[in-house]
């Protein structure tokens, strides 16, 4: 394996790669308001956040809790409006919510009265595709997701994997240009978890998707990235950018623990983490 690549600046380092996701100087504060409703304080919580993720790129974002990982993931999914900054798709700057980005919450949050093929139909039904196409799009998704035998079981009757996993078919139906995840597998037990990291990389070399993931979990990081984006807090800003020197398919998880260049970008990145000054 090559030598890690650290500090590595984003904009010049792959010139050659098509940019899917552009994030260009994006501040946002909170206004914090009291019991009465009235405006009491501001909470900077975003500045000048700058990168790019590019084509069939799996990049994480890490960082302390509280240094607004969510808020920028949903300001990237434009739920949370930016006081400035430009964000952009395939070029083009996006303002509010769009099909070209889509989402996979912690908690998959499915309908109950609706079967697995039914929750991953939703979305293309509030689009209006007609409904031989959206079934059997949405079987061919259960399918990737290894879910094919479950299409016509309800939420209720499937574990917390399952549901995950029909969480990222119905985000993956709308055919998205890139798929934002917010600690998609944070609530799972650890073998589920390694279960389905495992599956994403499988998912993502098949749909050849543009990821941009948010995980507290390091090891989860580094073994699915192919870069990871160090967030400092107060407010949340780039800290550092780390190229995975990994490449080709991966062995597992507690394989990759065992290899001395995994174990020094663990420390690397828990050293920038813990560096963090409470209020800089
Ligand atoms: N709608 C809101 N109004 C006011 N403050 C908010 C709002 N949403 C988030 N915050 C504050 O913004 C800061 C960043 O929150 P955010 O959830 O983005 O952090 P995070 O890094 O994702 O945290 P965690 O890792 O714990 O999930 C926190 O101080 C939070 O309290």
Redesign the pocket.
Known sequence: MNQIVLKEDVMTANPARKVKLGVSGINKT?R?RNANGQPSSL?P?LRDIRFDVYENEVVSLI?E???????LLRTIQGLVRHDSGTISVDGKEVKGAGRDRGFVFQQPSLLPWRTARENVEFGLELQGMAAGERAERAKRLLALVGLGHAAEQFPHQLSGGMQQRIGLARALAIDPTILLMDEPFSALDAQTREVLQKELLRIQAETRKTILF?T?DLDEAIYLSNRIIVLGAKPGRVKEVITLPFSGERPELPVMRGDPEFQAIRTRIWDLIRSTPANS
Do not use: D, E, P, R
Request: charged content about 5%.
């Open positions: 909170f914090i909470l919580v960082g809790s509280g240094c607004g990982k969510t808020t948010v507290h």
